[in-house]
Every structure is written in C-alpha cells, then in structure tokens.
C-alpha cells in the first residue's frame, strides 16, 4: 500500500514537473527577421518572434504597424501585459514595419484607402497583409498553417482592413481601437469639429521623418497659452510646418466631408466580415473611442455568418492591453478588467487558430461601470431597454418629466478669447513627459462647473439604481447670436455628498459620455451652413454606447458648454467658409442660449435596462 503510494506520488511529482517544463518552454522567444516583398516588388520588414523549445506546430499572430517592429533579440514574451496570455501556451509572433516606416520600403500613406477594390493593380494594407500571410506560412518553420491578426489603434486598423481579401490562411482579426471615419468620430474630427492639439501633434509625429516617432518642439510645458496664442489655424503652416505634412495639409484642404474622407472612411470598404472579427474598445478611449462600436453595427448588418463580436470594456486607448484595468484615473472598477480581457482574447484566438474550446462566444461582452460587473448579450444594443427622456429644466435641474413652459432658456456667454480647457491644466503635449492624455476622459467635471460659460442641469438623488444600457442620444436645442458655434454635451454622474466608499470621490463629477457638436453642420457635413442669429435649432449629437449604472443615492447631471480647447480648436463663432482660412478678426463673442420649454425641450436619449435584469 505504502509502495503504491510513493508510485503515485513520485509520478504526480514527475506530471508536475513536466507540466512547468512546458510552460517554461513558451516562456523565452527568440527573434528572426526578414524582407518580406509584396505583388509589387517593395520589401518589408518583418521580426518572426518564435518560442525556444518548440514542439508543435504553432499559429502565427500578427501586428502591422508604423509605429516600429520589435526588435529585442531575444525577449520573455509573456512579461509584456498585451502578449501574455497568448505567450504562455504558445503562439509565432510577427511584428511587420508598414511601408515607407522604419525600416520598411515604399511610401506612407497615413490611412490609405483600400485602393485594389477599384484597381487590382495596387497596392494597399490589405494587400500587403495578403502577401505577408502567404510568405509566413510558406516560409516560417513549425508554423500550423492558420495565421490571425491584432493591434490596437493604427495596428488596429490594419487588422481591421485584413479582413478585406483575406488570404485563406487568415483565420480571425481583432481590431482594436481602429478608427472607422476620421471627419465623423474618430482621431482627428468629431461631428465636423477638428482636433487641434491631437491632429497637430500625432501628424508631427508620423510624418515628420519616416525612421522614428517625432515630437513636436513646444518650447513649453504648459499648452494651453501656446495653442491659444497661435490664433487663427492659418498660422500653423506660416509659422511651423510650411505645407511639409501631407496629413495637415490634408486638413486645411479638405475642411468639409468631402470624397477624400469618405474614400478613406471604412464605412467605405468594409461590409460584412470575410473571416471572425472580434472589435475591441474602451468608454474612455481619448483617441477611437467610436471606431470599433461603429464599425461593429456597421458590419453586423450583413453578418451572415456569425463572424461579427464586440467587447467593451472600461479603458481608455489601447489600456486593456498595457495595464491591469483595476482603475482608471481616480475610477475604481474593482477588478482586474483588462486581465479578464485578456482571457476572453486568448480563447478567442485560441479556438479560430489552435480549434481548442467550442467557439460558443458572446455577441456583445461589456463592462457595466458603476455597478461594476461583466454583462454578455445576444444582440447590440439588447432589445430589452425602454427609451427614457432625460429633460433639462429650470433652476439648473433635470428630471424625465416632459417641460410645459412656453419660453425657458439658460444663457451664457461664449469667448473664443478665454476657451474652456477640455482638462485641468497644465495642458501637456500628448504625449508629452508627464501628460495626462490618458486619464482626461474620467476627470472630475468641478474644475468647469463654476465657470459662467457652462451650465449644468442636475438632477434629484437617486432612490433606486439607474441602469443605461446601449446608445444615448442628446437632443439640444440651442441658440446663437453668432453665425456658428460648437456644442459641447455631457452626460456626467455625479457622487453623494459623503461617498462611504471613498470620502475623497464625495460630489466626484464622473464624465460617464461626453461629445462635441460643430454647428455649421446641422443639416450636412458635406455643406456647412451658417446659423441663423438667436434662432433655436435642434443638434442631435450621439454620445455613443454605454453600459452603466447610475447608484443609487448618486445624481445624474446633462452639462453644455461651447469649447473645448485645445482639444477641439476654437470655433471663430462668425461662420467662415474655412475654418482653416479664419482671420483673427472673425473671432468673436456669442451669447448662447440653451432651451428646456414644451416646444425646445433639451433632453437625452437613454436606453434604460429592466430592473429584473
């Protein structure tokens, strides 16, 4: 008896053994490299991250990027937080410089559309993504012959558009945080408004030289008096860049939605999904938050298949894949949020790939901030919401009760001399030493709550939880004495008076959605049209997806404003045919008048969830 338990246990001893063996085998990869040519004869370069120790043949993961491939020669793949899970049971990792960066040939092409579906002759990301597929399954050993594709926010779009023409061995994609339409929502406009600071910065730091990243040389740490001492856009070029960037020049070319951004946007070029696709996205993401929601309702349309998945989380770009995504800023989610996506990946990956799992995943996984819980779904949005109006009221209150009054607004005015900064200051460069670029989306909103150029609605302390479940809507009805104006909306949660959690979080403004609106485009971002004088319009502005629980004892506020600065540049106020071409003259004041009567009644849009859920 005794001899036969020394047996068993000597072999559970060597199982276990063998088992850390094993895992320690994918712990250590080691770096090839390669000039992988395309259809037209320009090479790329390419690093092949292999396991050491290999003893089966292993999918490929890849990542196209201009942001430069990895280079370490050898490097534990399972110590970097967006690699890991995917590491430890072992995946060929390839890492490809796009054209024209880093060490790469050809020319960049900052988002080039998908130029092979009207030409078969050229070339595009798509193309290129095709031709490297087929050289890595033919060229790279121990390779199982199924190759996916990831990345996050330009990588991300890259693995967006592989899934146009895939090669066959091609088997899954994850965008994550791609954007969809550069002018409608993502990166550098939102609704028409142009995002100065990020624009400015982030095509400096492509374009300036193609060997390596580039910041541009403020001569200060501070931002917000350098980008308002600019004055007019027209100064960029005079004063800094003189037409050496393709993508600005780009911008002051094309200030409305004309057929450049729409042959760009990917609402173009994608339709329903060639292989799985899993679109991945955060509540805060400060750079794409809109880019995988759309293009996840965009593509579902003609799903067929059942290839079409979204996850949101709570994080800002990119977070769910450097950090645990316990917290964001001073917001607490109570768990490890980007840890769990990270598993939810790696099955993914895992079934399309490796066929291991039973590839029974859910339509639509998502974070419930506030409640602080993981939620699945069948559909997106799910079916089973009420829409409720949220209405702005008088004596700076909100309520669902629908306005009777016949004449109620809230005025204030707006100066382009004194914009509102979109964060505390100091403004820093974006991504600059120091800069809070990431964390901006979760600031506390006090620090405008008292300015006399933003009102606040607010409403009664909650008696019961509030769930908002899929997509809000603002509905504005707003005035200028100007001839155009930005509107700027918040849907905003506002903490108790004494937060038992957390003293410090006690009245913490938690922005749960905000968005900009550029007015001259109420009626088409194609043509802009001036604004009548005081005359109430209606701006409906989408404040996108949500998965939230307003608490019960917390308060829920709709916040306007007319800048955001420098975020989102300053809106001259007088309408100019280009923005881009305003004189300093054309900046001027405006009264701003918000409405909550019978006839105008402010409100948003939100999708409440059931109790019983």
Same mark, same amino acid.
């Given at each position: 008896?005794? *001899? ?8 559970f001893?060597l ?6 063996i094993?895992?320690?085998s994918?712990k ?6 390669a ?7 320009? *090479? ?7 396991? =050491?120790? =290999?003893?089966?043949k ?5 990542q ?8 370490k020669?050898? $490097?534990?793949?399972?110590? &970097? ?14 890492? !490809?410089?796009?054209?024209?960066k880093?060490?790469?040939?050809g020319?960049?092409?900052m ?12 070339t595009d990301e798509?193309t290129d ?6 050289w890595? $399954?033919?060229?790279?050993?121990n ?6 594709i ?8 890259t ?5 146009v023409?895939?090669h066959p061995?091609l ?19 939102h ?14 730091l492509?374009?300036?030289?193609p ?7 403020f001569?200060? %740490? ?19 860049l003189?037409h050496r ?10 200030p ?6 729409? +042959? !760009?946007?990917?609402f ?5 999904? +060639?292989?799985?696709?899993? /679109?991945?996205?955060?509540?805060y ?10 293009l ?7 799903d067929k ?10 994080w800002? /770009?990119?977070?769910w ?6 917290s ?11 840890? /769990?996506?990270?598993e939810?990946?790696? *099955? ?11 590839? *029974? ?11 602080n !819980? ?11 919401t009420? =829409? ?12 669902? &009760? ?5 004449n109620s607004?809230?005025?204030?005015i707006s100066?382009?001399?004194?914009p509102i ?6 403004i ?15 600031e ?6 008292t300015?006399?150029d ?7 302390v ?14 504005l ?11 700027? $909306? ?12 957390n003293i410090?979080m ?17 009626e088409? %971002? ?17 404040l ?15 916040? $306007? ?5 420098p ?12 923005? %881009? ?10 009264? !701003? ?7 105008y009644?402010t409100?948003i +849009?939100l ?7």
């Amino acid at each position: 008896m005794k *001899k036969n338990l020394y047996s068993y246990l000597l072999a559970f001893i060597l199982v276990l053994c063998f088992t850390t063996i094993q895992a320690q085998s994918y712990k250590l990869y080691t770096k090839t490299s390669a000039m992988i040519p395309m259809r037209d004869g320009v *090479k790329l370069y390419t690093t092949i991250f292999t396991p =050491i120790g =290999i003893k089966d043949k292993l999918p490929i993961i890849m990542q196209r990027t201009p942001y430069g491939a990895m280079e370490k020669d050898t $490097v534990d793949m399972t110590a &970097i937080p967006y690699n890991s899970k995917l590491a430890e049971d072992g995946y060929i990792f390839v890492f !490809q410089d796009i054209r024209g960066k880093f060490k790469s040939e050809g020319k960049m092409e900052m988002n080039k559309p998908l130029y092979h579906l009207t030409n078969p002759e050229a070339t595009d990301e798509s193309t290129d993504c095709h031709d490297t597929t087929d050289w890595l $399954v033919k060229n790279v050993p121990n390779n199982n012959g199924k190759a996916g594709i990831r990345g996050i926010s330009y990588p991300g779009w890259t693995a967006l558009v592989a899934v146009v023409d895939p090669h066959p061995a091609l088997k899954a994609s994850s965008e994550q945080a791609s954007p969809a339409d550069m002018y409608l929502g993502d990166d550098f406009h939102h609704n028409g408004a142009f995002r100065l600071s990020y624009g400015l910065e982030y095509a400096y730091l492509f374009e300036n030289d193609p060997t390596k990243n580039s910041d541009f040389p403020f001569p200060q %740490f501070d931002l917000y008096d350098w980008y308002l001492n600019l004055g007019p856009l027209k100064n960029v070029n005079e004063k800094y860049l003189h037409h050496r960037l393709p993508t600005w020049e780009r911008f002051i070319n094309h200030p409305d939605y004309d057929a450049l951004w729409k +042959e !760009q946007s990917a609402f173009t070029y994608m339709s329903e999904p +060639e292989i799985p696709i899993l /679109h991945v996205g955060g509540y805060y993401d400060q750079e794409d938050l809109n880019g995988p929601q759309a293009l996840y309702l965009h593509m579902e349309k003609k799903d067929k298949h059942n290839r079409n998945y979204l996850l949101m989380g709570p994080w800002n /770009h990119g977070g769910w894949g450097r950090m645990d995504g316990n917290s964001l800023g001073e917001i607490n989610f109570g768990s490890k949020t980007a840890i /769990h996506f990270r598993e939810k990946e790696k *099955k993914w990956f895992d079934f399309w790939l490796k066929d291991i799992g039973d590839g *029974k995943f859910e339509e639509a996984h998502f974070f419930q901030t506030g409640s602080n !819980q993981w939620k699945s779904y069948s559909s997106w949005p799910p079916k089973d919401t009420e =829409i409720k109006k949220l209405y702005a009221g008088p004596n700076n209150t909100n309520s669902f &009760i629908e306005p009777t009054s016949t004449n109620s607004f809230v005025s204030y005015i707006s100066d382009p001399a004194r914009p509102i900064p979109y964060r505390t200051l100091p403004i820093e460069a974006t991504y600059g030493k120091g800069s809070r670029w990431r964390t901006w989306q979760v600031e506390d909103q006090r620090f405008v709550y008292t300015r006399p150029d933003v009102v606040s609605f607010t409403g009664e302390v909650l008696t019961e939880d509030v769930t908002v479940t899929g997509n809000i809507i603002a509905r504005l009805f707003a005035s200028t004495s100007g001839t155009d104006s930005d509107w700027v $909306v918040k849907l905003i949660d506002v903490y108790p008076n004494f937060d038992e959690e957390n003293i410090l979080m006690s009245n913490y403004q938690f922005p749960v959605a905000m968005e900009v609106f550029r007015g001259r485009y109420r009626e088409s %971002f194609e043509n802009p049209k001036a604004l009548t004088p005081n005359k109430p319009e209606e701006y409906v502005i989408d404040l996108h997806n949500i998965d939230h629980t307003f608490k019960k004892g917390h308060r829920i506020m709709i916040q $306007v404003q007319s800048s955001w600065f420098p975020v989102i540049d300053r809106n001259p106020q007088k309408f100019v045919p280009s923005i %881009f071409e305003a004189n300093e003259e054309d900046f001027i004041k405006a009264e !701003q008048r918000i409405y909550f009567s019978a006839k105008y009644p402010t409100h948003i +849009e939100l999708p409440i969830k059931s109790k019983k859920d």
